[in-house]
């Protein structure tokens, strides 16, 4: 069974920084393309990041391009999210999700999210 | 950069009516790179529909999708108690990937 455990939210000063991560079980993260998507309190879903299956090429969105950066542990399955500079419109929970295995953009599974709160 | 809008943005129904959500996008979405989402509240979003109208794994048939280019709809045939959610079309076509910003499904 496809499992992704996000952790590492809290609350964060703007300007700072935070990293997050997400533990897959199931199967191997490194065979699929992952991304985090976001979603502001009340508000819809915003892609944030994808990261390949081999590694070798990261996307990322406009509006934290420069400021975070995506990265995996093959070794441990996990998948991690390096936020800096952060701003207070980047409160939102961050979802990890599993590409599915032909379109790598397309988020088949998805984890129970961890909350980021950026606020003085 | 595709900006796809769904409408309605809410739409009040009753159990075993049919929904019918509309998504359109600002321009054509390559090989009908469309797909559909649910989210109940407090939950992640589900994947439904891919490819403008394959269902997911275990996704029932009162759910279908349809359409091609920048019009997509999805369709819930006779709703059920537990299909009242927020609905979100996304293309996975081209950078940067989009969603929709959602259609409410709610209680009549």
């Known amino acids: 069974e496809v499992q992704l455990l996000e952790s590492g939210g809290d609350l964060v000063q703007p300007g700072g920084s935070l990293r997050l991560s997400c533990a897959a079980s199931g199967f191997s993260s490194s065979s699929y393309a992952m991304s985090w998507v976001r979603q502001a309190p009340g508000k819809g879903l915003e892609w944030v990041s994808t990261i390949s299956a081999s590694g070798g090429s990261t996307h990322y969105a406009d509006s934290v391009k420069g400021r975070f950066t995506i990265s995996r542990d093959k070794s441990k399955n996990t998948l991690y999210l390096q936020m800096s500079s952060l701003r207070v419109e980047d409160t939102a929970v961050y979802y990890c999700?599993?590409?599915?295995?032909?379109?790598?953009?397309?988020?088949?599974?998805w984890g129970q999210g961890t909350l980021v709160t950026v606020s003085s | 950069e595709i900006v796809l809008t769904q409408s309605p943005g809410t739409l009040s129904l009753s159990p075993g009516e049919r929904a019918t959500l509309s998504c359109r996008a600002s321009?054509?979405?390559?090989?009908?790179?469309l797909a559909w989402y649910q989210q109940k509240p407090g939950q992640a979003p589900k994947l439904l529909i891919y490819g403008a109208s394959s269902r997911a794994t275990g996704i029932p048939d009162r759910f279908s999708g349809s359409g091609s280019g920048t019009d997509f709809t999805l369709t819930i045939s006779r709703l059920e108690p537990k299909d009242f959610a927020v609905y979100y079309c996304q293309h996975y076509g081209n950078s940067p990937w989009t969603f929709g910003q959602g259609t409410k499904v709610e209680i009549k």
């Open positions: 999700a599993k590409g599915h295995n032909t379109y790598g953009f397309l988020f088949e599974y």
């Open positions: 321009q054509s979405v390559s090989s009908s790179y």
